[in-house]
Every structure is written in C-alpha cells, then in structure tokens.
C-alpha cells in the first residue's frame, strides 16, 4: 500500500461538448463595445491522497449541500471509491474489505456517496482529481477518479465520478468503466448512498441482473450514468438512469473561427469589428492526456450605432418655445427640430408612451419628448430629447359696461367683463394707477378702468376696458293695510316712487327676489316686509315696511286634571287663561273638540271627560280665533302578580297565596279577603283546597277583584305490589312491581335494590323496600319479600379403576333438595344415579328438577400408575462361574400396603426365585431370566 500523488490543475467539467466550458452567452453587441467571455474553472487544492487505503484532507465544496437532510459545505474523499461527509475520518484509514451490505450500521462507509466503493489502487497508477464550476446559485463540485487500476488486478482500470449540485441537491455519478477482478475481496462492490447513521439508504439496481449493486453481488458497468433526486424532506432518493456524460479535466485555451490562439486564461476580453465571429475553446484532459479541440463554442454578433438626430444642434435650441394663438388648429413636426441627421426609423415616446411626430400646438401638448432609434440591442439605440413649452395666448375678455347706484355694495370689476377673460391680470385706474379689482362706489372713481393679461414666452399680452358711470338715487312711499285677525292674509301695501325716477319701474316685498310692474299688493298676512323699488336703470332704494293686526292675537291656555280612577270620567278639562281679540261689545265663545273624532262636546268654560285628547276653539266678536290643545292622562290599573302552593297532600292544609303589586293605581293599596273574614294582607298561609276571593283598592279607592283556586290531589297516595319467585336457587330473576294509586302524577319511586322505577328487576332473594313520592312531595314507603325454590345438594362417589388402562371404575351421585323429582344426566350420556365399567378420565354429572333447576359437579375417576419394571443385570466373571446377578426396578401398579410386590423369577419356565428383587449367584444361559410381578 502506498500513496497517490494528485495532479492538480485548472479543471473544467465537460458534459456537454457543445455548451458546458463556456458560461458566456451568445452575445450581440454595439460596434466600440468590449465584451468578456468567460470559461467555467475549477477550485484548487494543493494536498490530497498519496497513499492507498487513506482518506484525504478535508475539501471545501465550494457551496452548500444538503444531504439526508444535513447541509454541508466540506466532505473527505475516499481513495476506494466513495465521498463521505464524516469529518472525523479525514487522513485516516479507508476500509476496503466489503464483507456485509450497506446499511452496515458503525462501520465505514457511513454518511458517504458510493460511485462504487470498492478496492482500487491509486499507488500503482491514475489520479483523483476535484473541482467546482458553475456560477452561483447554479455550481457543481465534481470528483473523479481516473485510470484507477483495480486493486491486485493492476491491469483492470475504473473511471468513475460524482457530481454534487447546487440548489438542487442532485447527485450524478457517471462510470466510464468499471471491471471486476473476482480474485481479490470476492469482486465486491457497492454503489449507492447512506446516512449517517445507516438508517436511511438507497442501492442502484443493476440493470442486467435487477439485483441491488450491494454486497455480494458481483457486477460490471460501462458508460453508465445516475442521479439521485431527494425528496423534499430529504429522507428519500429517486434513482434514474441518465445518459453517460465523460467528464475532461485540463487547462483551456481560446481561439477564433480561423484557428488563432486568443488566450489560454479562464476569460477573454474583445472588441470585436462588425459582423458575426465564433470563438471556442480546447482542453488537454490530464486522464487520457489528450487535446480535445473546439469543446464549446460562442457566437458574437456586432452591428453598427444608430442616430438619433440633434447631430451639431446646440442644447438649447431643443427647448422649443411656442404660442397658441388659434386655438389648437395649427400642428407642428417634432421631426422639424431634430436638424438635418437623424434615422427616420425611430420612435416618439412622451411620458413612456409612442406617440406621433404630429403635434397640436396646444398647452397640453408641452412636454418632454424623446426620440429613440433602436439597434440590436440597447447599447445600440439613440435618444433625442425634444423639450417643448406651448402658452395660450392671454385673453382679457371683452369689454364692459357698469352703472354704479348710489348705495350699491362693493362689486368685482372682473365680474363685469365678457368673454370669459383670464384670471391673474392688473387692474388700472382712469389715472394709470395699479388698482385691486375691488370697486367701492363711495370711494373709487368712475370712469374707464384697464384690465391687462401679460403673455409668457412667445405670446404678447393681451388687454381690455371697463366703463364705470354713477347715478343718483331715489326716494319711495309705502303704505300698509293691516290683518283684520292675527294669522289672516287680508292686508295689503302700495307704494309710490317720486316723479323723477327712470322708467320702467317695478316692485318687489321680497327683499329683491321677485319683481313686478304693480305697486299695490294684497292678501297679505301680519308680519314686517323689505320692499324694493327698482328704476329703469336698475338702481334700487328699499324700506321696512309692517302690516299689523286690527286686534292682539288670541292667546288661550287650556288645562286639565287627569282621570282618578282608570277608565272612568272623572277629569276636568278648563280654561287656565286666555287674552286678546277683541271683545268690546261681547265675551268669547267656547269650543270644546274631541282630539279623535273632531266632536264638539261642549261650549262652557270647563267640562268632565274621561282620559283622552282635546281641543279649545275660542272665538273674538271679529271672528278671530285662538285655540289650544290639552291631554287628559289616566292612571294605570291596578296590575299584581301571585304565587300559589298548592295543598301538597291530599286532606292537607299548607297551601298558599302571595300577592304582590306590579303597578298601576296610587299607593297604598288595601287587600281584602272575602271569605277571609275581610282580611288585610297579601299573604295568606296554611290553606286547604279551594276558591278564595280579593279585593285590591288603592288610596282613590280604585279597585280590582280576583279569585285564587288551590288545588290537592285527587285521592291519597297509596300503593301495593305485584311480585315474581325466583326460579331457581340462587339466581337473581326475580321481578317486583309497585302499583301507584292517588297523588299526582308523575311518580319517582327508590327501591332498596337501587331501582328508580315502578319494577324492579334481576332480584335475588330477601326482603325489599320501596319509597314512592308524587309530583307535590307527597311519600309513602313499604316492603315485599322475594322468595326462591329449594337448593339442590350432590355428593359423589367414584371407584378408581384396579388397574392403569383397566375400565372397571365406577361413579355414583347421592342428590337431594330441589323442587318435586330430581334426574341426573352424566357426560357420558347415562341417565343412572351410578355409572359402571368406567376407564380412567374426567366426567361431570348434571342434577336437574321438576323446574328445570339444576347443578353440575365435576370429577375424576382415577387409575393407578403404569407397572414398569427395569432390569439391570451384572454378568459373570468368568466362564462357568455362577456369581451372575440380575437387579430388578419395579415403579407404579398398587402395590401392597407395606410397598412389596409378589415376585417370580423363571428360567426355561422353571421357578429360580420368589418374592424378592435381586437375583443372585446364578450362571449365564442361552435363555433368558423371566421376573413376573403381581401388586
């Protein structure tokens, strides 16, 4: 055994020739543009295994790795064959003696990758190498183990590897070859993978034999490839046969489609001329020291910039400024300020959005827009950028006219002109002054005022006049008729205007909502009115004008007292006090009106009515009327609530009544028991069955009757039983009923056996008690006993039988008790009190009377042992001699009283001795001893 040496280099993972080497794209660029492409490479290592039968050092993985559950990001490597995730065994012994199946649970390999495990011999010849290629989170960390001879089988060579995969956690393992050499280790190998405590564990099955690759069977394989894919608990692998992928180890070199040597570093930067160009790689694989030329290809395509304008237009002339002066009936071109060199094949965007190149010269058309001509790509697109700012341009309206009233309120100017003119602009006064656009027709002078809108940008300003005159006002009469009743609409106002005014005049007692050409206005109710005089120029003058009453208002204020007693007429409904209207020559009238019904019920002052609504019509010597209203409100009935106990047994006397008052009437309230002796409380106790009457009044002595039933039960309780014997002695089948008569239903009845209802069941014998009580507690209690027949009594007798196997024994049952003539049955279908001629076993005996009652006994008729005999004789010592001597054993039969047996000894059927168990001093004979024993 001896160490390995492991050749160390950059390594790359070859699965597909066409793609892996390679992690650049295709890539397409813009002319001027660098690009950098990229070859996948390997980690290195500087120390390994050198000897056979070792574990290496321990190897960064490079990224994270979860296996069975367990992440890693470091494993040992095997010189036999295998990966394990153990730490602890790094630098020392790797088994390679396979004597038991995997899962082999503490001993190694455990928590390993099997690509096979078994015996190979890194000290003779072939290299282990490892690496990680691959961007995250997409990396591979790989392990081969190339030209490996097979351990003394020198001659036979493995390829094998594995392949560790990031995110995924997929394991690959590809065999170029792998031999058996029968002659070392039984050919044993195994290929598969196991946790790290042989508790979970999955075996390739080999696809000729369909046997697992496990210990002891032997197996070949050739261009083979397998994953293992974990589920997502990582307690279970699914294992699939994938194509065989080589894997080429080396160093890289870069060259162009025409055969040039570029580089042979892991990166390559150009700047390629227009055009499509493929570059590729070759790698010298350090297993079969062969160049593999052109592994993986990349294609470059280059095109040209494009342009999108604004070539030699300075910044600022792409800020366009623009006014509208039509309304948005012009457009404009954006191609127009893009200057004479741009591709016409782009595109206008504004706010992310294509638009058109034709624009409407509006303010909502500013912006910012941008021209984009596209290449292949956006390193080959242009952009140009279009600001533009359109104003509207000012409109300060259309000119207007104002006659300004002495007395008019504050006015806005702007409110005066026409055409919908701009807000923002500059008042100017007659005198050129800057004013607020505030007139004060006391304090501003009349004349032309100047609205101004200043232009932005392009736009000039724009603006127009207001012409401002004053009028002197005029002066009005009014007059008023008053109501002839308070709440009437006879009254009426005219008014005049003085002779100079302007026509057309009209007029309005609406404070200037509503104006008319007549002066004079009518039907007109009591209450103040603001009137407007308006002249032909629209200048007003207003008064307070009131339109009174002939007479003060009616005020009445009715009354009442509310009804004693509920339901009945007692309550008055009168005047409290009433003023106004007129009554020089005569008194008011009365009405008095049912709120309901609208039924005149009287015409005096005041009048008794039971509870209800009302109302007071009273009417003045004009006919004016004043009028109130009035409720008369009653007291509740009287209302109670009771509890009554009824007479709890029948003949008894502990009823009761409780009366309570709920409401209504008006405290205190008097009780008087009718037939009570006209007793004055609300409780009445220890009452027997019957009627009793009340009478509740109140201090109004407002009353209510009732009447109270006490009821008791029909008839006494009472009760009496009907019963069932027990059949047999010693059961329990006996039944007891109680019959319930009286009381109130329902009953509840307690027996002595524990029943709670009127039958008891599954009595034994004795005597039992019952109580029952009834719905209003009423108890009564007796007892019954429960008889049974007579018990049967059986004694048996048995005879054993004389001799073992003998049938001459005997049994005979000896009954008495029971109910009338008893019969016996025995197990062996005899009907006799005895049983004769009986063999040796167990027989039972069944004893039954007239009531079908009976017993079974159990019993055995006995036998004696078997009688066995052994002999053991001593021969004589020599020739002749007669100091021979036969011992007899003798066990079982019944042997006589002292233990002895009777003994004959026989020879050629002559008596040679008698009653005794040792026979001495006798020759040897060519016939043999004969014992007899008799017990």
């Known amino acids: 055994m001896r160490y390995q040496l492991l050749l160390l280099a950059f390594l790359f993972l070859f699965i597909d020739v066409k793609s892996q080497f390679i992690t650049s794209s295709d890539t397409i660029l813009c002319y001027g543009e660098d690009v950098t492409l990229i070859a996948s490479g390997a980690n290195i290592s500087s120390s390994f295994i050198n000897t056979d039968d070792v574990h290496s050092d321990v190897i960064d993985i490079g990224f994270n790795f979860n296996f069975y559950g367990n992440v890693y990001n470091q494993c040992v490597l095997s010189a036999n064959g295998y990966i394990t995730f153990d730490l602890s065994q790094s630098g020392l012994y ?54 490996m001879p097979m351990f003394q089988c020198n001659d036979l060579i493995v390829d094998q590897y594995v392949l560790l995969f990031e995110s ?27 946790n790290e405590n042989s508790t979970l564990f999955e075996i390739v099955d080999d696809p000729i034999s369909m046997q697992p690759r496990n210990y002891p069977t032997n197996w070949t394989a050739d261009d083979e490839g397998w994953e293992f894919i974990p589920d997502i608990n990582f307690t279970n692998y699914s294992i699939n046969s994938i194509d065989y992928s080589p894997i080429a180890t080396g160093s890289v070199v870069w060259s162009d489609q025409y055969g040039n040597i570029l580089s042979d570093s892991l990166s390559l930067t150009l700047q390629p001329d227009t055009g499509s160009e493929y570059y590729y790689i070759s790698v010298y694989d350090v297993c079969t020291e062969e160049i593999i030329n052109n592994v993986d290809s990349v294609l470059v395509q280059t095109f040209g910039a494009t342009n999108a304008g604004l070539v030699g237009v ?51 058309s ?9 290449g292949v790509n956006e390193q080959c697109n242009d952009t140009s950028i279009i600001n533009l700012n359109i104003n509207k341009i000012p409109n300060a309206g259309v000119e207007g006219y104002k006659l300004v009233c002495s007395g008019d ?6 409110d005066e002109l026409n055409g919908s003119p701009e807000i923002g602009g500059l008042w100017y006064n007659p005198d050129g002054l800057s004013v607020s656009s505030s007139f004060n027709p006391n304090s501003s002078i009349v004349g032309t005022y100047t609205y101004v809108v200043e232009g932005f940008n392009a736009c000039p300003s724009d603006s127009q006049y207001l012409y401002i005159d004053y009028q002197q006002g005029f002066e009005i009469q009014a007059y008023a008729t008053p109501v002839s009743c308070n709440g009437f609409q006879d009254g009426s106002i005219v008014m005049f205007a003085n002779n100079n005014t302007v026509s057309p005049i009209t007029y309005s007692i609406d404070g200037g909502s509503t104006f008319y050409n007549y002066n004079e206005f ?55 006090s009433i003023s106004g209207g007129n009554i020089e020559n005569s008194n008011y009238q009365y009405y008095w009106f049912n709120s309901g019904t ?13 509870v209800g609504g009302y109302y007071l019509v009273v009417e003045d010597e004009n006919g004016c009327q004043g009028t109130d209203e009035v409720s008369v409100e009653q007291i509740n009935p009287i209302s109670f609530t009771y509890e009554i106990d009824d007479v709890t047994c029948y003949g008894g006397s502990d009823g009761k009544i409780q009366v309570s008052i709920s409401g209504g009437g008006t405290p205190p309230y008097n009780f008087n028991w009718i037939n009570q002796g006209n007793l004055n409380s609300s409780i009445l106790n220890d009452l027997s069955a019957g009627t009793y009457d009340l009478e509740i009044s109140d201090s109004n002595n407002c009353g209510i009757s009732t009447s109270f039933e006490l009821d008791q039960s029909v008839a006494p309780l009472s009760i009496e039983f009907e019963s069932t014997t027990i059949s047999c002695y010693g059961e329990s089948n006996g039944q007891a009923q109680v019959i319930v008569n009286g009381g109130t239903l329902p009953y509840s009845f307690l027996w002595s056996s524990g029943h709670v209802t009127d039958v008891a069941q599954q009595l034994t014998q004795g005597n039992y008690f019952v109580d029952v009580t009834d719905a209003r507690g009423c108890f009564v209690s007796d007892s019954l006993i429960i008889n049974e027949n007579n018990q049967i009594f059986n004694t048996v007798v048995t005879q054993s039988v004389s001799c073992n196997g003998g049938t001459d024994g005997s049994a005979t049952a000896i009954s008495t008790g029971g109910t009338g003539l008893l019969t016996h049955v025995w197990s062996n279908g005899i009907t006799n009190t005895t049983i004769f001629n009986q063999p040796f076993g167990d027989y039972w005996v069944k004893v039954e009377d007239e009531l079908g009652c009976f017993i079974i006994d159990s019993l055995t008729i006995n036998q004696p042992k078997p009688l066995k005999i052994q002999l053991s004789p001593s021969n004589v010592s020599c020739f ?56």
């Not at 170029?176 to 196991?194: D, M």
């Not at 209450?527 to 005089?533: Q, T």
């Open 366 to 374: 500013s912006g910012e827009y941008s021209y984009i001509t596209f």
């Open 598 to 610: 609208d039924e005149l019920i009287a015409t005096t002052e005041s009048v008794q009515v039971p």
């Open 94 to 147: 790797s088994p390679w003696d396979i004597n038991n199946p995997i899962p082999n649970a503490g001993v190694l390999p455990e928590n390993a990758i099997m690509a096979p495990w078994h015996d190979i011999d890194p000290s003779v010849g072939g290299s282990v190498v490892y690496g990680t290629y691959g961007a995250a989170p997409n990396r591979v960390f790989y392990v081969v183990w190339c030209n």
């Open 880 to 935: 002749g001699e007669t100091d021979g001597k036969i011992e007899a054993s003798i066990t079982g039969g019944n042997p006589f009283p002292n233990g002895s047996y009777t003994c004959t000894w026989t020879l050629n059927d002559d008596t040679v001795g008698y009653n005794y168990y040792i026979l001495n001093s006798i020759s040897s004979s060519e016939f043999p001893y004969v014992l007899n024993i008799v017990d």
């Open 314 to 364: 300075d910044s600022n002339d792409s800020t366009i400024f623009l006014c509208d002066v039509s309304d948005g009936l012009e457009t404009l071109n954006l191609y127009d300020y893009l200057g004479s060199q741009y591709d016409d094949d782009g595109s206008w965007f504004n706010q992310n959005l294509i638009v058109s190149s034709e624009q409407d010269i509006i303010e909502n």
């Open 522 to 576: 009518l039907n007109l109710e009591y209450g103040a009115y603001n009137v407007f005089v308006k002249d032909g120029n629209g200048c007003i003058t207003d008064s307070i004008i009131e339109v009174l009453s002939a007479a003060p208002e009616i005020n009445v204020l009715a009354d009442a007292t509310d009804v004693l007693c509920y339901g009945d007429s007692s309550a008055t409904i009168f005047i409290s």
């Open 168 to 194: 995924t956690n997929k394991i690959e393992m590809h065999i170029n070859n792998k031999p058996l050499c029968p002659t070392w280790n039984e050919g044993a190998a195994i290929q598969g993978i196991v």
């Open 409 to 414: 309120p504050n006015f806005n100017m702007f």
